[in-house]
Nanobody
Framework: QVQLVESGGGLVQAGGSLRLSCAASGRSFSSYTMGWFRQAPGKEREFVATIVWTGGRTYYADFVKGRFTISRDNAKNTVYLQMNSLKPEDTAVYYC??????????????????WGQGTQVTVSS
């Protein structure tokens, strides 16, 4: 059974930084993608960033370009989301997700097969 475990959320002031981690375990995949989504209260879950595991190609939502960076550690099967210049509107529960068969750039929820439990990020003004 695949497990995704997120960590690193918390409370930070506007302009600050946080780094989220998501460790994957339970299976090995030959071609896959990992992504980050977020969901604010009363809103739909939205795409934030994604990384193709083989090759490291990345893609970001427009509202995080230049502020967030997604990266991976192959040896640890872990994906990171470095978040800088945080804004109050970045407040949300952040989820990592894994697409396990095709390894492309995917930005919609339905493309992903496995999800973590989420980690809360709160940015105060």
């Amino acid at each position: 059974q695949v497990q995704l475990v997120e960590s690193g959320g918390g409370l930070v002031q506007a302009g600050g930084s946080l780094r989220l981690s998501c460790a994957a375990s339970g299976r090995s995949f030959s071609s896959y993608t990992m992504g980050w989504f977020r969901q604010a209260p009363g809103k739909e879950r939205e795409f934030v960033a994604t990384i193709v595991w083989t090759g490291g190609r990345t893609y970001y939502a427009d509202f995080v370009k230049g502020r967030f960076t997604i990266s991976r550690d192959n040896a640890k099967n872990t994906v990171y989301l470095q978040m800088n210049s945080l804004k109050p509107e970045d407040t949300a529960v952040y989820y990592c997700a894994l697409e396990s068969t095709r390894g492309g750039i995917w930005t919609t929820r339905t493309e992903y097969d496995y999800w973590g439990q989420g980690t809360q990020v709160t940015v105060s003004s």
